[in-house]
């Protein structure tokens, strides 16, 4: 759904939704959140300019429903799973995902501790997912080449 508003954006130093509002630019993903919230898109790009709302919509998410979390728009249900040292299966996880999908989260955090491939894990699970997925990589154990590197 999003290919077409992301594919312009992509190599630009800035392509954070609250860079367009300030910009007075109404976005696509800006105008599809109007249209959700049953709100005018400038009200939308105001709030956004204005930091008092978000539009959680990264470009490498392409197949994400944008959606906004502020003070305008309504109330939003967050969802957290996870994978374990002792559960760490991908169809685990995705089964997750559907099931806070199909109850009506409007976002989900992956709080994985460990086991499996982690970083696998979050691929599938961004992929397959309609919401914005949020994660806490510091729980991911480090690796050794993260370990040593300079930052």
Not at 115 to 138: F, W
Request: hydrophobic residues 40%; proline residues 7%; aromatic residues 4%.
């Amino acid at each position: 759904m999003r290919n077409s508003w992301i594919t312009p954006r992509r190599g630009q130093a800035n392509v954070s939704q609250m860079h367009y509002a300030r910009q007075g630019l109404i976005t696509g993903e800006m105008q599809y959140v109007a249209q959700r919230e049953m709100l005018a898109p400038e009200l939308i790009r105001a709030e956004v300019a204005r930091g008092r709302m978000i539009i959680p919509a990264n470009i490498n998410h392409p197949n994400l429903e944008p959606m906004a979390i502020g003070i305008a728009s309504k109330c939003k249900v967050n969802a957290n799973i996870g994978a374990s040292p002792n559960s760490s299966d991908i169809s685990e996880e995705l089964a997750k995902l559907h099931q806070a999908v199909k109850y009506g989260a409007d976002t989900l955090m992956d709080l994985s501790t460990g086991g499996g491939n982690l970083d696998e894990i979050r691929t599938a699970i961004i992929n397959a997912s309609p919401i914005p997925i949020g994660t806490v990589p510091i729980y991911q154990p480090w690796k050794a080449s993260m370990a040593t590197s300079k930052t």
